[in-house]
């Protein structure tokens, strides 16, 4: 095996040769080794894969550059007697596509809709990842992409849009005439099932595809992808999904369909999984739903709940894992294999953080596959290679098939950019069987994107990557006869996912919480804290005692997952999460729901509440810019919650009744605080709020009830608060024996001019009622919490001043900071603390977990 230290000879070499021009360059290569070629060419595109193109005998390379401001548009050759690139054509004016790529609507990166662009007749330059296979029935190379699928004609060298279309069978519901979650027994499965069905422009909606063209069927597969919902077990047992399953196009037809109508995926089954067939999967779908209608029962009947819903989910958890497809990813590219009539899929990124067994950090990475799948062509359906020895996981695969040899192969790199380690090339047979063929050092460090090529004429792998000054180009001249095999190395089965379970109360530690000094914070010390996670607040669950933790974003906590305290037990309990960063990578705030069902871990702000062990991010319609798929589709009124009775699953309901006021103009709901008897109230101005701030000329009061399953809208008259910043400034107030009002919710203004204000909303009459205390805090408020019991509202103000309100004397009061244990600040800009009534204490998240005993009639 050659080393690295041949590589400046080679160079030499390779240089003399691009300048006198001779064809037989590539035969000059070093044998079985990795070299980087000494390309001239402008650089080229990232995040967009290479392909071979046997009628013209090159390796094209086509997509968008990693800066918009030096956007290209030609396709790219790789030219053999040069070797470096070369176009097909002239690329575009940059203004034509800085303008494409500035004002969206044609260019696609992690959001935005493909098309051509009307001064060129060409598509606008894009993020492909994988989207772009070989028809060698037309001779043609395809792209689909979000909004278009396009071919280019490599002989003619030209584009044209192929005006596909997609048939969306993915929102299934019951029998309109059937309440939800309702089974009449005895009934035929397509007595059960209503489709909806609907047809929309281009191929499926989805970002980050990978694509194979299927000869024997004369059909394209797309599995690999992010970014649309299926709700196909929304009706069953209120599952969805960021990953839509496996869709197929028809050239006969020029259409998309869903080759499979629902993944079944049971949390708790067993990691390889049950193959069934549709009968099967029909009668298991409604067994699903009558176990999953009964345990909603149970909950809404509120008795006895914890024993119920804990024995219908063993019987649901029995079930297992029904395989009909591989698991949702993103990354990975397909190739076919004629000897095997099958389309072979290695690893991918899944998205999944597993926070259950260690703290992932503010940005772990996120979760890579090592299982290889194949799609049987004669059959269309997939099946798992039983593969007991495997290539590590790889979130980005670079997988090519060589036919003349029969076997697939895969080149591996170092992970993280900058990374010195080894590249290794791998080999799969037909057989099933893994074997590492290659490995040397790879000195130019981990790449941040690559993709690879092979050139089976010329026995050309050819690799390019996104390096500091632009793409970089390798090559590796491939003889498999000079190669051993070693087997690829045992699989191990990694840890399983437990169902995620609040512990029960430990007495001893109920003691110690009795014993706090009072008004004095106290470090709590349990066993594991949760990670960071800014710009959001704690929920308390007022009828259990517990409290969620949810969030992050922006540039800190990239992961989903939510924790939750036992604050009897002093123990948080932890399940695992999904990954904000999709390929192509996204970590600002996320931009799709997860693969498990859930939000991104953004911004929540004051966007989450708990509730009789669900945590509800969502009541109403969507708005966000992640909501936008969900908006449009049938059942955009949805309750969207994190379920931890059924062991910390995200879950969406939709809402039976709505109920909207008179000058309501839509139905958002909003979601702020809990009522303990079952009702969720939320504000809003303009029914589209940020982060729950609104407006006195237009503002509004949203009522989920949990148990019934409604949503009630209506306008609130003024006078009303003025306009909200980045705070939680409310909390609901249980006010029996007050004069004022019953049932209500405290409300904290601070106003920019000055002149702060201290509010009641009082829910019966649907007004705000102005306090008017005798002095106010200074500043804003982090967080208010009504202290039940003593009749008060404990707040944090400003940069972390104690303040207090007494209903009983309608006035403010500062209270002075203790803390023993250490030191203690609170988090900003929203104080992530919250009262339990349950356990007599504050528990304040700022780096550790932090307890107080108040008692407010002591100064």
């Not at 920019?752 to 829910?763: L, M, Q, R, V």
């Amino acid at each position: 095996m050659r080393t690295t230290r041949a590589a400046p000879a080679v160079l030499a070499i390779l240089g003399a040769l691009a300048l006198a021009g001779e064809p037989e360059g590539i035969a000059k290569l070093p044998v079985n080794h990795w070299v980087k070629l000494p390309c001239k060419a402008e650089p080229g595109y990232v995040w967009s894969a290479l392909v071979y193109v046997p009628s013209r005998g090159q390796i094209l390379h086509w997509g968008a550059t990693a800066n918009p401001a030096h956007s290209r548009d030609d396709v790219r050759a790789f030219d053999l007697a040069t070797m470096d690139w070369v176009s097909d054509y002239p690329s575009a004016p940059a203004a034509v596509l800085r303008k494409a790529s500035d004002e969206g609507g044609k260019s696609v990166r992690v959001w935005g809709q493909w098309g051509m662009l009307p001064e060129t007749g060409r598509p606008a330059p894009s993020w492909t990842v994988n989207a772009v296979t070989y028809d060698s029935k037309r001779k043609q190379l395809v792209f689909a992409l979000r909004g278009m699928m396009a071919a280019y004609d490599p002989a003619a060298r030209t584009w044209r849009d192929l005006k596909a279309e997609t048939e969306l069978k993915d929102n299934w519901s019951l029998n309109p005439s059937m309440p939800y979650g309702m089974y009449e027994r005895g009934l035929r499965p397509e007595q059960d099932l209503h489709n909806l069905n609907h047809r929309m422009p281009g191929p499926p909606p989805v970002y980050g595809a990978g694509i194979c063209y299927d000869p024997a069927n004369d059909e394209i597969l797309l599995f690999p992808h992010w970014g649309s919902q299926d709700s196909a077990l929304r009706p069953f047992a209120g599952r969805v999904s960021g990953h839509s399953g496996t869709w197929v196009y028809s050239f006969k037809d020029n259409s998309w369909r869903r080759m499979t109508w629902a993944t079944i995926e049971i949390f708790g089954g067993p990691r390889t999984g049950v193959e069934v067939d549709e009968r099967s999967r029909r009668e298991i779908l409604l067994a699903m739903s009558d176990i999953s209608q009964r345990m909603d029962e149970a909950y809404a009947a509120h008795r006895g709940f914890a024993e119920d819903a804990s024995r219908l989910d063993e019987r649901e958890c029995m079930a297992g894992t029904f395989i009909i497809e591989p698991p949702p990813r993103c990354g990975a590219p397909m190739v076919y294999d004629p000897k095997a009539k099958a389309i072979v899929l290695f690893g991918g990124q899944s998205g999944l953080v597993r926070s259950d067994v260690a703290n992932p950090g503010r940005a772990p990475e996120p979760g890579a596959l090592d299982d290889t799948w194949l799609y049987d062509l004669p059959a269309r359906e997939w099946r798992l290679g039983p593969c007991e020895n495997r290539p590590p996981e790889q979130g980005q695969p670079k997988l090519v098939h060589d036919e003349a040899s029969g076997l697939t192969l895969m080149v591996t790199l170092p992970g993280r950019y900058g990374d010195k380690g080894q590249i290794a090339l791998w080999a799969f047979d037909a057989k099933c069987e893994w074997a590492k063929r290659h490995e040397e050092p790879w000195p130019w460090g981990g790449p941040a994107w690559a993709s690879v090529a092979f050139d089976p004429k010329n026995r050309l792998l050819l690799l390019v990557r996104d390096g500091k000054d632009g793409q970089e180009t390798f090559a590796f001249r491939l003889d498999l006869d000079k190669l051993p095999a070693q087997p690829a190395p045992a699989w191990k089965l990694p840890p399983p996912i437990e169902r995620q379970k609040a512990p029960p109360d430990d007495p001893a530690w109920l003691a110690k919480l009795k014993e706090l000094p009072p008004n004095t914070w106290v470090l709590a010390k349990p066993p594991r804290e949760p990670e960071r996670r800014d710009w959001g607040t704690l929920a308390c669950d007022p009828v259990r005692g517990l409290v969620f933790y949810f969030g992050g974003g922006h540039s800190t906590y990239q992961v989903n997952d939510v924790a939750v305290y036992a604050v009897g037990a002093n123990r948080w309990c932890h399940a695992p999460g999904d990954s904000n960063s999709p390929i192509p990578p996204h970590d600002w705030d996320g931009c799709t729901m997860s693969t498990r069902g859930g939000p991104p871990a953004g911004h929540q702000r004051n966007s989450y509440l708990a509730f009789d062990g669900r945590m509800f991010v969502h009541a109403g319609t969507h708005s966000r810019r992640w909501d936008a798929e969900i908006a449009k589709e049938k059942g955009t009124r949805v309750a969207w919650f994190y379920d931890l009775d059924r062991g910390g699953v995200w879950r969406q309901r939709e809402i039976e009744k709505i109920e909207l006021g008179e000058g309501v103009p839509g139905s958002y709901g909003r979601l702020h605080v809990a009522d303990p008897t079952g009702k969720i109230y939320g504000f809003a101005g303009h029914l589209e709020p940020y982060d729950g701030r609104f407006f006195s000329k237009e503002a509004y009061f949203s009522t989920y009830d949990v148990y019934d399953n409604s949503l009630a809208v209506r306008k609130i008259p003024e006078p009303t608060p003025g306009w909200v910043g980045e705070c939680r400034p409310f909390c609901f107030v249980e006010n029996r024996d007050s004069h004022l009002f019953s049932k209500g919710i405290f409300f904290y203004e601070c106003r920019k001019d000055g002149g702060h204000a201290t509010w009641a909303y009082d829910i019966a009459e649907n007004r705000f009622i102005d306090l008017k205390p005798p002095h106010q805090p200074p500043d804003e408020p982090r967080t208010v919490e009504y202290v039940d019991g003593q009749r008060s509202v404990f707040a944090v103000i400003g940069k972390g001043e104690q303040w207090v309100y007494s209903f009983e004397k309608n006035d403010w009061s500062l209270l002075p900071l203790r803390v023993e244990g250490g030191t203690m600040g609170f988090q900003t800009p929203y104080g992530q603390m919250a009262w339990v009534a349950r356990y007599g204490v504050l528990v304040n998240v700022c780096g550790s977990t932090w307890l107080m005993r108040p008692d407010f009639s002591r100064p």
